[in-house]
């Protein structure tokens, strides 16, 4: 099993930015895929998921801003962010959970090499 998450960079407040997580030796439909961050000297939070049905969960800071989507033919996991702000900046992470249900506090068996996001203020 392998992730491979992109699409980070630099970019200004209220700018966007598009994640890509390219998931290989697995079947996106059947897990949930999620997105993590980890900030500088913070603990690594769940931003969004991705049920293998389609249904999806946001974090509260993520709610209304991001969207997260998936592309089956590509075996892909997107995550949309809108207006950033200063407190995104983090490397963010996709990952892979067999239970195929997003929920808070939802572990993940495979995870993918980070991107780093960093907004400026």
């Known amino acids: 099993v392998q992730l491979q998450a992109s699409g980070g960079g630099l970019v200004q407040t209220g700018e966007s930015l598009k994640l890509s997580c390219v998931a290989s030796?697995?079947?996106?439909?059947?897990?949930?895929i999620g997105w993590l961050r980890q900030a500088p000297g913070k603990e690594r939070e769940g931003v969004s998921c991705i049920s293998g049905d389609g249904s999806s969960y946001y974090s509260d800071s993520a709610r209304g801003r991001f969207t997260v989507t998936s592309d089956r033919a590509k075996n892909t996991v997107y995550l949309q962010m809108n207006t950033l702000r200063p407190e995104d900046t983090a490397v963010y992470y996709c990952?892979?959970?067999?239970?195929?249900?997003?929920?808070?506090?939802?572990?993940?068996?495979?995870w993918g090499k980070g991107t780093q996001v960093t907004v400026s203020s």
């Open positions: 030796g697995l079947n996106i439909d059947d897990y949930a």
């Open positions: 990952a892979a959970s067999l239970r195929a249900v997003c929920f808070p506090g939802l572990t993940y068996s495979s």
